[in-house]
């Protein structure tokens, strides 16, 4: 039986509630998982040693307890796993200001992946329900060319829509299929000429679209085919 954590730092719960969303699906997770750690769904009040802890949220600078979690949770799991934007990206906590009661000092948030080593991040604001399952699945069978890709992300803390631009658009990859702009939770990515044009304002930083993108990793493709 795989041992699983889940850990909530500064987040809005959503990443578990999308986990929750496979219904069916998550009762086939479970007779595979054992849960041993999980603050919204069990009783068990300290992080256990586990085999996977599934994260969601950023990491709170001004907030000790949230550093130490971060670190006993890199201390007690084979396997971190930066579940959803917050955790993955910094997402919409890149936005925060701080100055806000009850805590105005907390101000200051970096992705889990800024703070200690990940292992892989799953994109998303939330992550759908579906890339939950595989994923899950894929950790499960330890099918490494599907976890590749999420592998690769985690080694990436900063994502932006703008990096469609920079990576796919500016490099004469895209091929204007739309996949992005489709992918997108807030509507940023307009398709004008066939080509992606992101609204920054509307960005959330959540990675979906560089994820979904079938040409962003096409020239590391070549490296290996090479
Ligand atoms: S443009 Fe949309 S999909 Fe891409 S990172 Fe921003 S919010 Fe996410
Ligand atoms: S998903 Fe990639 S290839 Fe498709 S339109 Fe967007 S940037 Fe271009």
């Not at 329900?129 to 490494?144: G, R």
């Amino acid at each position: 039986m795989v041992k699983v954590a889940h850990v909530q730092l500064s987040s809005c719960c959503g990443c578990l509630i999308s986990l929750t969303d496979t219904y069916e699906k998550l009762l086939e997770i479970l007779n595979s998982i054992e849960l041993v750690y999980c603050q919204t769904l069990i009783d068990v009040r300290e992080i256990k040693e586990c085999d996977v802890a599934l994260v969601e949220g950023s990491v709170c600078l001004e907030d000790h307890h949230a550093l130490e979690v971060a670190k006993e949770v890199r201390e007690k799991a084979k396997i971190v796993v930066a579940l959803g934007a917050c955790a993955a990206f910094g997402g919409l906590t890149r936005y925060c200001k701080g100055n806000q009661l009850p805590k105005p000092v907390n101000s200051s948030f970096s992705p889990l992946t800024e703070v200690i080593k990940v292992d892989y991040s799953i994109p998303g604001c939330p992550p759908s329900p579906e890339a939950i399952y595989s994923f899950i699945k894929a950790l499960l069978n330890n099918d490494e060319a599907y976890l590749k890709p999420y592998k690769l992300l985690a080694e990436m803390p900063e994502v932006c829509g703008c990096d469609l631009l920079y990576k796919v658009v500016n490099k004469e990859l895209c091929m204007g299929c739309g996949t992005c702009s489709a992918s997108c939770p807030t509507r940023a990515i307009t398709m004008v000429d066939g080509r992606p044009v992101v609204d920054p304002v509307l960005c959330i930083k959540c990675g979906l679209c560089s994820f979904q993108c079938p040409r962003i990793l096409y020239p590391s493709l070549l490296e290996e085919i090479e």
